[in-house]
């Protein structure tokens, strides 16, 4: 599915953090790229999958230093662009899902302001405009009564109702290249598919690229194209999304054996054996 | 072992009430592990937290051993029945080590020989000894959670109430800590109600459940019909679906139960 130019590449990144007791490294050497696609980033928590996508968008909190060798989208270098240059980029071109919508949104704006202000800022349009944009926005992200929704507060809504409008806020700007950091991990089944369904028929729809990070197995499989698969900082296996199940590397075999099924007649599920070779695979 | 008959919660009052759980009846037998599913605000939490004495403003029957229970609870309930909550991070004192943890509920209700007792339980959630000295922020989520477990056993319940118990933890350590409370229920002849979202757990871990959709219990059913996905309501139905990866024409079909 990776296209001639992929919008996003990513060579031997780096992150480190200095502490007390020496430096952590929290990603060792990640290469990959992105295309107009939906790839699934799967690790455990600690993996370095979240961090991966902050490093993107040069959000990794300090004192992290982040190297690499090549981070460039549509082939223009992230490490070394000015902030202000980066202002542009994040939420324009790049834009990022966070988990928690409860701790993304603002508490003391209005949902209808706060996303018609991610719109003005990269846009230069009025205000009537704006609320039309977003009203528009606001119903493709499945909400009922849009006008109603605009006026409300943020603690005023459900979960699933927040992270659909964290969607919206993020797409508004139309972004090429969507990082969705665990987006419906708070969510309920039934919602969290509803939600999926909506990134799904936008990034088909505006041919957008996205990087889906989660802990799901199941749920990337089902809902990507191509998956990486990090443990502690490395990707150690990347394979197409329907070739889940073939998987090689004995952490992935590990993973995936350790998940309840449904169908499950196994008295005793299967527990992760760490092999401490897999931390040089 | 447990008996819930027409159980109602109702929080606020007046025109803010809600109707947290509308008339909610089960049997748990000895032995037994129950499930309770649902979604967020169906009410399963809400239930257990009853049970175990944690909410006060019911009305109904709930009786646990053959007890009637009223709203407030004598320290033999307490030492019968004990609960295991979804966060190890939130529900352990984060300035009290290992050890004085599993010291207080021996404290309170007058065991004595707290040492062995101490001791024993921490080698029963496989933990073992080198962790009684530790404080809750030298541990990982599972061994949080296995801590946690151990302050529930270290009274020698009959039942345990457990409620996500592990939601919050990494799949890999999910499987330990669901083989752990398995292998537990069998040594020590537990009765379990388990409350979870995910239905694949609560398949693997209980032998009856009963599915909750907004206060009310719509459908109880065994775990082998589970297993085989023969749910005869429609929302059971969708949340099997639901739970079974992305599926684009599955999302487009959800509805609204009431």
């Known amino acids: 599915m990776t296209s001639e130019n992929p919008l996003l590449e990513v060579e031997n990144l780096r992150i480190s953090f200095p502490t007390r007791t020496g430096v952590t ?9 992105v295309g107009r696609e939906k790839l699934g980033i799967v690790g455990e928590s600690g993996s370095g999958k979240s961090m991966t996508g902050r490093a993107i968008l040069r959000l990794v909190p300090s004192p992290g230093i982040v190297t690499a060798d090549k981070l460039a989208f549509q082939g223009e270098d992230l490490l070394t662009a000015p902030e202000k240059r980066l202002r542009d980029i994040r939420g324009r071109r790049i834009s990022m899902v966070m988990q928690d919508p409860k701790f993304s949104l603002n508490p003391v704006m209005t949902i209808g302001a706060q996303i ?22 606001l119903e493709a992200v499945r909400i009922r009564n849009p006008e109603r929704v605009y006026g409300l507060y943020p603690h005023e809504v459900s ?14 700007p139309n972004p090429d290249l969507l990082i969705a950091d665990e987006p419906t991990s708070a969510l309920d089944v039934t919602v969290q598919m509803q939600v999926l369904a909506i990134m799904d028929e936008l990034c088909s729809k505006r041919g957008m690229g996205m990087i889906f990070v989660s802990h799901d197995l199941n749920l990337v499989a089902s809902f990507c194209d191509r998956i990486l698969i990090m443990y502690a900082g490395r990707v150690v296996e990347t394979c197409r999304a329907s070739e889940l199940h073939a998987a090689k590397h004995p952490y992935t075999r590990g993973l995936l054996d350790s998940l309840p099924r449904l169908d499950d007649t196994r008295a005793e599920l299967p527990v992760l054996a760490r092999d401490p070779a897999w931390l040089e695979g | 072992m447990i008996t819930v008959h027409d159980l109602r919660v109702t929080f606020g009052h007046g025109a803010d009430a809600v ?3 509308q008339g909610v009846t089960f049997d ?5 592990s129950f ?32 007890k009637p229970q009223t709203p407030h609870r004598d320290k033999a309930f307490f030492k019968s029945c004990q609960m295991v909550f979804q966060d190890p991070y939130g529900s352990l004192h984060p300035r009290h080590t290992i050890d004085r943890i599993l010291a207080e509920p021996i404290a309170i209700h007058r065991l004595g020989n707290a040492d062995a007792r101490i001791d024993r339980v921490l080698r029963d959630v496989g933990l073992g000894p080198q962790f009684r000295f530790r404080y809750p922020h030298q541990l990982s989520g599972g061994q949080r959670q296995r801590v946690a477990i151990a302050r529930a056993l270290v009274l020698e319940p009959r039942v345990l109430l457990l409620d996500e118990p592990t939601s919050a933890l990494d799949v890999s350590v999910q499987a330990e800590i669901l083989n752990l409370l ?8 537990l009765t379990y109600v388990l409350v979870s979202h995910n239905l694949a757990v609560v398949a693997g871990m209980c032998d009856r459940l009963a599915v909750m959709n907004r206060g009310r219990i719509v459908e109880e059913m065994d775990a082998a019909s589970l297993r085989r996905g023969e749910a005869r309501e429609g929302y059971t139905q969708q949340l099997l679906r639901a739970s079974q990866g992305y599926d684009r024409a599955a999302a487009d079909s959800f509805k609204d139960f009431a």
């Open chain 2, 19 to 21: 109707a947290a759980v």
């Open chain 2, 182 to 189: 398995k292998r537990l229920r069998a040594e020590h002849a």
């Open chain 2, 28 to 32: 748990v037998k000895p032995g037994e």
């Open chain 1, 25 to 33: 490294q929290a990603v060792r050497g990640v290469s990959f790229t």
């Open chain 1, 116 to 137: 018609a202000e991610a719109y003005r800022v990269h846009s230069k349009a009025g205000k009537a405009e704006a609320k039309q944009r977003t009203l528009e926005m």
């Open chain 2, 35 to 66: 499930g309770l599913v649902g979604e967020s605000g169906s009410g399963k939490s809400t239930v257990l937290r009853a049970v175990v004495g944690l909410n006060h403003d019911w009305t109904g029957t709930i009786a646990v051993d053959g």
């Open chain 1, 159 to 172: 979960g699933g109702m927040g992270q659909r409008i964290m969607i919206a806020m993020m797409l508004i």
